[in-house]
């Protein structure tokens, strides 16, 4: 059974910088491009980036250039999203999800921006 | 960017009903159309790619239809457990992009 499993949510400040992983267990990761996706509370989705199966290529939503980087490690299986200079409009639950059509996903990490 | 447009954005109908949701794109995406389900406190659930292929699992009651711009998504009769909001995306070009949602709610 595939899973994905989302951690390193929180509470941070407007202009801070915030960490979050991806592990999956149940699928090889390196057969993936994988995605992070996020939804503000009450809101709809949006896709915030993804990032090809060996890592050799990005791609981001404009709010997020320059301040967040996906990146990934195939031999942890594991997924990240490293967020700097956040703002409240960050405030959302963050997914990963495989590929470019989202087939898989994981439950979601709470990151909230807040003084 | 690729917008992403369904109607309605939300709906009442009973168990038993026929529903459709449509999608539009506002350039042609091909068929690089997927269909999910969003239940309240959960992930987003696939139930159709490629426009209207249905992924394996899912209760053959639910349909896609359609091809560059104009997509629907059908449940031929609603269940209860069918309550929930439902999305398109196209990942047809960067940024991929949703649809605003539609929430079906029990008439």
């Given at each position: 059974e595939v899973e994905l499993v989302e951690s390193g949510g929180g509470l941070v400040q407007p202009g801070g910088s915030l960490s979050i992983s991806c592990v999956a267990s149940g699928l090889?990761?390196?057969n993936y491009w994988m995605s992070w996706v996020?939804?503000?509370p009450g809101?709809?989705?949006e896709w915030v980036a993804n990032i090809k199966e060996d890592g050799s290529k990005q791609y981001y939503v404009d709010s997020a250039k320059?301040?967040?980087t996906i990146s990934r490690d195939n031999t942890k299986n594991s997924l990240y999203l490293q967020m700097n200079s956040l703002r409240a409009e960050d405030t959302a639950f963050y997914f990963c999800a495989t590929g470019s059509n989202h087939l898989y996903w994981g439950r979601g990490t709470l990151v909230t921006v807040s003084s | 960017d690729i917008q992403m447009t369904q109607s309605p954005s939300s709906l009442s109908a009973s168990a038993g009903d026929r529903v459709t949701i449509t999608c539009r794109a506002s350039q042609d995406i091909k068929n690089y159309l997927v269909w999910f389900q969003q239940k309240p406190g959960k992930a987003p659930k696939s139930l159709i790619y490629s426009?209207?292929?249905l992924r394996s699992g899912?209760?053959?009651r639910f349909s896609g239809s359609g091809s560059g711009?104009?997509?629907?998504?059908t449940i031929s009769s609603l269940q209860p457990e069918d309550f929930a909001t439902y999305y398109c995306q196209q990942y047809s070009n960067y940024p991929l992009t949703f649809g605003g949602g539609t929430k079906v709610e029990i008439k």
């Open positions: 090889v990761l390196s996020r939804q503000a809101k709809g989705l320059a301040r967040f | 426009a209207s292929t899912v209760s053959s711009t104009d997509f629907t998504l």
